[in-house]
């Protein structure tokens, strides 16, 4: 109980610091932006289809389990970010205290555990799958994976049916929660292989069908589930790289996670690495060292050495699915959280299994404390965009995701309303210099940079200079027809053409061209809020009313706390009103009603938004003087 109370408490204190970080990247679309998490009666639907993922279909995951705990955490507290970190610290401590279960049921020590516990707790890896909200997959995986492997462990001691369901109960919720928690079916007979059959392969096998049909069982009905929803092809289809090009780039990639977990310096939320290639030094070398690692595996099980058998196996298969299946990014932390589970429990039980026990506990409690420290240190960097993102580029100066998303978070300070304009200046010409890096860094190709070019649009345009913007803009396009905020914010520019254009019939020429745009873009990407409000505006400038109140309303229930789109709504119910101030003052009286009402909506979310300011008042005193 002491130790367990232990890792709870050293736990919570290296991660207090975390609590009020922000949202991140991936968070947005699946969860800031993802209406489907906030309709309690949506959630068992998560079940049947891959869409409730993310707000984005070309997004989509099956991952129903963690989709429901970000229900849970919005039901709770809606998007308060401290919510969503404290269920991640949460998770990651019983996670911890799930290892030290699995150490002492192995047959070590309690203390072997205990360091375990600690140890994992404490480790530097850990800090993105718990401050990094969308990387809860990986810790929440793992903690049902930890503790389908407690379960089996115990039902091979006690042969009792009720950890048996455990087992089976926990493996299906860790597959539900990420597939790569699959890798279970291969570690329980090592484990079995090391620990119940004395290194006989025939024992394993004389009870394999009794022991391993339930979890083949569990494990194939999650495969055909992926394959009628679709998910599993999908992925297939779309790999990002060839076979080869994989596994000459994991090969390096395993070499470098192993260095991370025992040397956790020069930690990054995006690290500088490239495909490996056969002429690369650095590619046979890794490939030399794995063959080592292999080796070493074969005299343990020569000599008959659980730990040493079981263990590396472990936290090698645990990386399979990640290194046999290709991924758009080719390394990051989160991905190996539980082969540093592995570790650390293989280090808590060499410590304590030693006979230089007292000089390594001293090594040990050294690491604790380190690692604590870094651990607090590294969770500053998560406290927003700004010090994620800098502190990324200061690590891999090459990296161009890292110039993106530093230049969007100086494009969103600079269209904030809160923002003085020195302020605006500044991040105006820092959102510039970190696009214009992230497009001659990508040689001007490739997701990432299409996004730079589009934002570097998006920054010319507010700031008034409409021939770059629409020069960008189109460039983008022409890169890739389909570009969803391409199209939107090339609509945007006809739109504006179409306002500024005194001759009606240009007028509605334009405006209808940025509609078509806005349609295209939502063939594309049916849930984006900004191209629905941009054609609700659009629909509103050339008498559409109905049309723009059907896309307003859609608009609000995908973004309910954006005070614009309330401004928006509000400015639509003034013209619509107007139309009737000749004809009918109770048409004219209801739209003005219902305009200030969504005025004081806007003014709720955003106090200083002064246009809403100005217009209410000036509703108000025509309702009064109707009403007079």
């Known amino acids: ?35 489907h998490i906030r309709d309690i009666d949506n959630w068992s639907s998560y079940f049947v289809s891959t869409e409730f993922f993310s707000v984005d279909i070309n997004k989509s995951m099956y991952r129903p389990v963690l989709l429901l705990t970000y229900g849970i955490n919005y039901a709770l507290g809606g998007y308060d970010v401290t919510g969503y970190h404290i269920f991640n ?37 850990t800090t993105e799958p718990v401050n990094y909200i969308s990387s809860r997959s990986d810790s929440l995986a793992a903690m049902f994976y930890l503790g389908a492997f407690w379960y089996y462990i115990s039902w091979c001691l006690r042969d009792s049916c009720r950890f048996l369901i455990g087992f089976l109960t926990c493996f299906f ?9 699959m890798s279970i079916v291969l570690v329980i007979p090592i484990y079995d292989y090391a620990y119940n059959c004395n290194f006989e392969w025939r024992l394993c096998f004389r009870n394999a069908w009794k022991r391993y049909s339930y979890m083949f069982s569990i494990a194939s009905l999650y495969v055909i589930v992926l394959l009628i929803i679709g998910f599993l092809g999908k992925s297939l289809r779309s790999s990002p790289r060839g076979l080869v090009d994989q596994f000459m ?23 500088q690495f490239f495909l490996g290639k056969s002429d690369q ?10 063959f080592t690692v292999t080796a070493v595996i074969f005299i343990a099980n020569r000599f008959r ?39 650390c429990a293989s280090l808590g039980i060499v410590a304590f299994s030693s006979r230089y026990r007292e000089k390594l506990l001293i090594l040990g409690s050294v690491c604790v404390l380190i690692f604590a420290g870094h651990t607090f240190q590294r969770n500053k960097i998560w406290l927003d965009e700004f010090s994620l993102w800098s502190d990324s580029i200061d690590k891999s100066p090459q990296g161009v995701r890292s110039y ?106 334009n405006i209808q061209t940025s509609i078509d745009y806005y349609q295209k873009a939502l063939g ?6 900004v191209a629905l409000e941009n054609i609700a505006l659009a629909f509103t400038d050339i008498g559409r009313f109905q049309e723009a109140k059907m896309v307003y309303d859609r608009a609000l229930f995908l973004k309910p706390n954006d005070p614009k789109l309330f401004f928006n709504f509000g400015s639509y119910h003034l013209l619509h009103g107007n139309i009737y101030f000749y004809t009918s003052k109770d048409s004219t009286k209801f739209h003005y009603i219902e305009a200030a009402k969504y005025m004081r909506k806007s003014l709720e979310i955003d106090p200083e938004h002064t246009r809403a300011k100005v217009t209410l008042e000036a509703v108000e005193k025509l309702i009064d003087k109707w009403e007079q």
């Open 249 to 271: 780039t994991q090969v390096k990639a395993l070499v470098f996670y192993l260095k991370l977990t025992f040397f956790p310096v020069g930690l990054n939320v995006d690290h």
């Open 524 to 529: 594309a990407f049916p849930n984006n809020s």
């Open 1 to 35: 109980m002491r130790s367990s109370l232990l890792i709870v408490v050293i736990g919570s204190i290296v991660y207090s610091n975390s609590i009020y970080n922000g949202f991140h990247y991936d968070d947005i679309h699946s969860i800031v932006e993802n209406f």
């Open 281 to 290: 030094s650095a590619f046979w070398l890794s490939l030399l060292f794995i």
């Open 305 to 343: 050495n659980k730990a040493l058998l079981f263990f590396p196996s472990w936290a090698i298969v645990s990386l399979l699915p990640v290194t046999l299946i290709p991924l758009n990014i080719l390394v990051n932390e989160r991905r190996i959280y539980m082969a540093t589970a592995a570790l």
């Open 89 to 125: 610290i949460l998770i990651h401590i019983c996670n911890s205290l799930l290892l030290r279960a699995v150490v002492i049921g192995l047959g070590y020590s309690s203390g072997a555990g205990l360091l375990a516990g600690v140890l994992f707790v404490v480790h530097p890896l």
């Open 404 to 509: 993106l998303y530093l230049g969007n978070a100086f494009k969103d300070l600079f269209l904030s309303v809160h923002a003085g304009k020195k302020e605006k200046i500044i991040s105006w010409d820092d959102a510039i210099k970190n696009y214009q890096l992230a497009i001659e860094k990508s040689g001007g190709q490739g997701p990432l940079a299409l996004r730079a070019l589009n934002n570097l649009g998006a920054i010319h345009y507010v700031n008034g200079n409409i021939v770059e913007a629409e020069r960008a803009y189109k460039w983008v396009v022409k890169l890739d027809p389909y570009y969803v905020d391409g199209l939107i914010n090339l609509g945007t520019i006809y739109h504006h053409k179409g306002r500024v254009n005194k001759d009606e019939e240009g007028k509605i020429d």
């Open 173 to 181: 919720l860790a597959l539900l929660s990420k597939s790569s928690a």
